[in-house]
């Protein structure tokens, strides 16, 4: 974490385990238990019910904060739900708020609805692919949207979408939208 990294979530990934940390030198980080907190499991509790935990409304109004208050998906200055991008297997046990926060996105209520069926479409269109063809895609990507702008990665895959657009107009496009190292 001396050297980049998102301190705000590794912060909030130990509390929401019980912990929190102090940074010493780069060769030393001290961890230590909350004051406090309920390290109480919800074990065959209902999903409802672990959403009126006071450790999940903590998580879910960090989300609503880190988003600037407004939907990350439309923009909209509306009420916001804290939307789980994904689950581990349920082997892993992990309560609602033992997520990073890069797990989560601030939606409204429509596009909450909306992107639900937006991330089932996706795992139906992953399925087709191998471990290694997905861990490839994921990689392209990765590291197209870190040497470029999220605006023209966007677009770029736009005309790539379209059939007839000249393959120098894509390219075109990626290049103006290159960050600047």
Known sequence: ?????????FDDLL???GFYGELGHAW??????LPDYDYSRLAGQSYAR???DPRWRAKADTVKRRAGHVCQDCREDAPLEAHHCYYTSLRSQREPWEYPLSAFR???RPCHRARERSEIRMRAFVARLSRD???ML???LDSLFVGHTEASVM???????????PSDAIRAMLKAGRRRQ
């Open 106 to 108: 601030a939606l409204c």
């Open 50 to 52: 672990k959403m009126q």
């Open 133 to 135: 063809e997905m861990d």
């Open 28 to 33: 030393s980080l001290g961890i230590y238990p």
């Open 155 to 165: 677009e770029a895959l736009r005309l790539i979408g379209d059939r007839d657009a």
């Open 138 to 140: 994921r990689t392209t």
């Open 1 to 9: 974490m001396n050297y980049g990294g998102d301190q705000e979530e």
């Open 15 to 17: 509390q929401s385990f």
